[in-house]
């Protein structure tokens, strides 16, 4: 165990510099002078075109300013936009948004995939099972861009005139943990279904496992028999789909964002794609795609914690 | 008793004289056309392939032309003359929305294409050869792997510029980061493909790698790679549309149904018609892609028989 954790972090290195890499070489293999850019049509001074570009290692070979980049990333440091900003300070408090958002569709997704997949699995091939597995292909197959809208309409502002229930706020964080409710639904969304899906085959292939039989046949209560044996069993590969998902909703929630105008990092990503704030960009997807890789490395390492039939060298 | 076994018989011979050796494909193709969900998904693709193709024969209004909007009668509601109602320039909604199905299709069509002949090349050669050949793959497509996809494509674009953004430009970065996923299951499915029997007698016999590939793994290991990549199109077409959306896709004059969404979407609560439609189309055409993938799955997958 020890030594898959081991090797298992010492593969993940070589896929942090090479991601990481790529995005940069991508950024800054860009023709245009961004000193320039600062100045509009202007002409720059020379004096302080080489400042600055001694400043941001401009004239450096790519691999060099790649390794400047690197270096401050290890250190909390993500760099400087051109204007002088630091990255993180435009972090500042936007990662907590969208973290908070993530988790919220991340519990709903939970209760709502799990509840379902289990209701379908034990309603095997009956109508319920049907309905079920109609809806999940209905839910995979609207997109974030309309459910948002769709939502807000009918859930955020329907409701509200005809019930006088203002239950789901649409914009903003103002309302606390309801603001998040809303937009939770609709970044689950399609999470929703797959964990739906995977919950019904993962439940139903323990259902015909022999441990399954043998505590039946031994008289063990029904329930019982459903949590002590096979929905323990089934849970695994559903908490490391669950884990890996936390990553991937993060980098999910640009279109929620920006439809609920919620002030986190992927409407940051979209305001500063539209200022062409490149450090900004490049910063907030290098974290992301951290977040992402740490988020799957860890569930290839609690995969080997949970199921201890699976034993790696 | 006899005359009742002599009967029985040629009943019980028949059938297996009459069958030919069904393969994978021709038994897929038996289940595809009992299947309701197939000849849906079907009958939509049909229908959305002709609207892009000749989006004419849907709408006498032809969206491309500005002259047809009416800035007098912008965002109305859904009446005789306007089906979808009008949106914020005046245009018709209607004819707008048969007009963007073109690109979605497009994106949908291409990306898929360009990712599976790149990953499923690259996975064949990665799962035949191994060894060093299939560390370098994999390795490079891990990297390519590890950013999520609409991030990684929103990136591209944004660098890409507005000016240079179009159909062929959101195609590539939607691909350049959708082939890994080809690529492993391509590799995982040719390499237990490998080491069966007749792959191995084919070797003995002296096939030659080209061969051993083209005529005895590939048509063996290429139906899960069938599944993703039909599942994949409608993936591609709602990431368009998002792409379209944040402004980094698909630019007016152009028609994309993640713009129409852009452009109606401050005022949403006035003129919904103008949101809702589009968005209507793009959830049915994603749909339509999402049930025939899952209908190939069904007919595909040997575990589900």
């Not at chain 1, 028999?225 to 590969?237: D, T």
């Not at chain 2, 237990?192 to 005895?216: C, E, I, N, T, W």
Request: glycine share 8%; aromatic share 8%; hydrophobic share 50%.
């Amino acid at each position: 165990m020890g030594r898959y954790v081991v090797r298992r972090l010492l593969q993940a290195i070589p896929v942090l510099l090479g991601t990481t890499f790529l995005i940069f070489t991508l950024v800054y293999w860009l023709p245009g002078d961004p000193i320039q850019a600062l100045a509009g049509d202007r002409a720059v001074d020379p004096v302080f075109r080489a400042t600055m570009r001694e400043m941001f290692h401009l004239d450096d070979p790519l691999v060099v300013q790649y390794g400047y980049y690197i270096q401050g990333i290890f250190s909390g440091d993500f760099g400087t936009t051109f204007r002088g900003l630091p990255v993180s300070t435009i972090f500042e408090g936007k990662f907590q948004i969208t973290l908070n958002l993530a988790m919220t569709a991340l519990v709903i997704e939970a209760i709502v995939g799990i509840g379902l997949g289990l209701v379908a699995a034990l309603r095997r091939g009956k109508a319920t099972d049907t309905a079920i597995l109609a809806f999940t292909l209905l839910l995979v197959s609207i997109p974030t861009l309309v459910s948002g809208f769709v939502l807000q309409l009918v859930l955020g502002l329907q409701l509200k005139t005809s019930t006088g229930i203002d239950f789901f706020p649409v914009a903003g964080t103002s309302a606390g943990w309801r603001s998040y409710l809303l937009p939770g639904i609709v970044l689950a969304g399609t999470s929703i279904a797959y964990l739906t899906r995977l919950t019904r085959t993962s439940l139903m292939e323990t259902l015909r496992a022999d441990y399954v039989r043998t505590a039946i046949a031994k008289g063990m209560p029904r329930r019982r028999v459903l949590g002590r044996h096979a929905l323990r069993n089934s849970l695994i590969p559903l908490v490391t789909y669950l884990g890996a998902d936390l990553g991937a909703l993060m980098s999910g929630a640009v279109i929620t964002e920006t439809i609920f105008n919620l002030n986190g990092i992927g409407r940051q990503l979209v305001d500063s794609v539209y200022l062409s704030e490149n450090s900004v960009v490049v910063g907030i997807v290098t974290v992301l795609v951290l977040i992402f890789i740490a988020a799957n490395l860890i569930v290839d390492l609690l995969y080997a914690v949970l199921d201890p039939r699976i034993r790696y060298e | 008793m006899s005359d009742t076994l002599t009967e029985q018989k040629p009943k019980s011979v028949k059938p297996p004289k009459q069958k030919k050796p069904a393969s994978l494909w021709s038994d897929a193709w038996y289940d595809l056309r009992r299947s309701k969900v197939f000849i849906i998904a079907a009958v939509m693709i049909a229908v959305l392939v002709v609207m892009s193709i000749i989006p004419g024969l849907f709408s006498s209004v032809n969206a491309f032309d500005p002259s047809t909007c009416d800035l007098t009668k912008a965002r109305q509601g859904v009446s005789g003359l306007h089906w979808f109602g009008t949106d914020n320039q005046g245009c018709d909604t209607y004819s707008r929305v048969i007009y963007g199905a073109r690109i979605s299709i497009m994106v949908g069509v291409f990306s898929t294409l360009v990712t599976t002949l790149i990953g499923g090349l690259l996975g064949l050669l990665a799962g035949f050869y191994g060894r060093w050949t299939d560390t370098i793959l994999s390795r490079v497509a891990e990297i390519f792997f590890a950013i999520p996809s609409t991030l990684g494509a929103l990136l591209i674009l944004a660098l890409v510029g507005r000016d240079n953004a179009g159909i062929w430009t959101v195609v590539l970065a939607l691909s350049v980061l959708a082939w890994p996923m080809v690529l492993r299951i391509m590799r995982a499915a040719v390499m237990s493909a490998k080491s069966q029997d007749y792959v191995l007698a084919a070797r003995a016999l002296g096939a030659g790698p080209g061969r051993l590939m083209s005529r005895h793994i590939l048509p063996n290991a290429v139906a899960p790679v069938i599944v993703v990549a039909t599942m994949n199109m409608g993936v591609f077409i709602a990431a368009e549309a998002a792409l379209s959306f944040l402004g980094v896709g698909i630019q007016s004059p152009d028609i994309s149904w993640g713009l129409m969404i852009a452009d109606a979407r401050n005022r949403f609560l006035q003129a919904p018609e103008a949101l809702l439609f589009p968005a209507l189309f793009l959830s049915l055409t994603v749909l339509a892609f999402v049930m025939l993938g899952d209908a190939v799955r069904d007919a595909l997958d040997p575990k589900l028989r």
